[in-house]
């Protein structure tokens, strides 16, 4: 590795904890195969149902991962739902779903048929079977309840912060089911992890500020003179345009510093992660084709456009073909009033 983000040693003392304090001592409940084969059914039809990109990419592993990387899907949409939905009990709701899906204590119904119940038996299998870290489950929930009561972030510091308990879990989890190297693989899994989800603040600034939320650290908006107001009228300006380009670089930076992790997964899941990475990535592309109106208009990729993609990335895929590369030193920064820009 050439360089690293001065934010990333945080994060990465963060999923070192979660190994060096692995308790997952769970035992799933004694259940008859049909029952978890629906569980592992349900969870297919809750990620076919929730994203397209994440369904296709899955569906490039083999059975027995497929279905556990579908359940570490579930588990993540059903955590999200609780919060989304905006409940007046959606803290002690994510609780109660923490108990259910993480604890060992915790009991199982021997006949479950609702949703959660089904979820939380898949997932718990699934974290039994591939040995993960019952830690990482535990940050990507509290990454999750952040969103009850933080709205604004002041730094690109901060909101890496909130991306690792989001999403670089996931990427950290998904790991052990895809199966890797080692532990030298984690910086590779958080950089893919932050991307993704800056990917997604970028593509759905509008949403999130139509439910209360700005993610956009407020120190890069300022120095790029925009505010909140800039943000609540929706107007796509030569500033925005400008703060935009800077932002879609930088993930873009953070995709290509993340890709030669590849190399280091278990060579049949290679090309699932390198899907899900690249076609991610493509939604960057569709935000630039709408002028960087991400207040009304959502970034889009097409099926075509995902299916055309795939014989490339299977070609880089298969023979690891992401190189390391140099990071700019803005990038490094993590900071804008340390970038010059």
């Known amino acids: 590795m050439v360089n690293q983000f001065q934010w990333e040693g945080t994060l990465l003392c963060l999923a070192r904890k979660a190994l060096e304090h692995d308790r997952n001592d769970d035992h799933p409940p004694q259940v008859n195969a049909l029952q978890l084969q629906a569980a592992y059914r349900y969870c297919q039809a809750v990620t076919k149902a929730n994203s397209k990109t994440f369904y296709l990419a899955s569906s490039l592993l083999p059975p027995s991962k497929r279905q556990s990387v579908q359940a570490l899907y579930a588990f993540c949409r059903l955590t999200d739902d609780i919060v989304d939905r905006g409940q007046s009990d959606s803290g002690l709701r994510l609780e109660q779903w923490e108990k259910q899906t993480i604890q060992p204590s915790s009991h199982h119904p021997k006949h479950a048929t609702d949703p959660e119940s089904l979820v939380a038996l898949a997932w718990r299998d699934t974290r039994k079977r591939h040995n993960v870290p019952a830690l990482y489950a535990e940050q990507l929930v509290r990454g999750v309840a952040s969103d ?169 895929a298969r023979q690891a073909q992401y190189p390391e590369i140099h990071i700019p030193a803005v990038i490094l920064a993590g900071n804008s009033k340390q970038t010059n820009i």
């Open 148 to 316: 009850l009561r933080k709205k604004r972030y002041e730094t690109f510091n901060e909101l890496a912060a909130y991306c690792y308990g989001v999403a670089c879990t996931v990427g950290l989890m998904s790991m052990h089911i895809v199966g890797h190297d080692g532990p030298q693989a984690m910086p590779y899994a958080i950089r893919l992890g932050v991307a993704l989800q800056l990917t997604n603040i970028l593509r759905d600034v509008g949403e999130d500020w139509r439910m209360g939320r700005l993610y956009l650290p407020r120190e890069e908006l300022e120095a790029f003179g925009l505010t909140e107001s800039d943000i609540s009228r929706g107007v796509v300006t030569e500033k925005w345009r400008e703060f935009m380009r800077f932002q879609v670089e930088r993930v873009r930076i953070l995709y290509a510093s993340a890709m030669p992790g590849i190399a280091m997964l278990h060579p049949d899941g290679r090309f699932a992660i390198a899907a899900a990475a690249e076609l991610y990535q493509a939604i960057l592309v569709e935000i630039e084709t709408n002028d960087y109106d991400v207040f009304s208009r959502r970034a889009v990729v097409s099926k075509w456009d995902k299916l055309r993609r795939l014989p490339g990335i299977w070609g880089r």
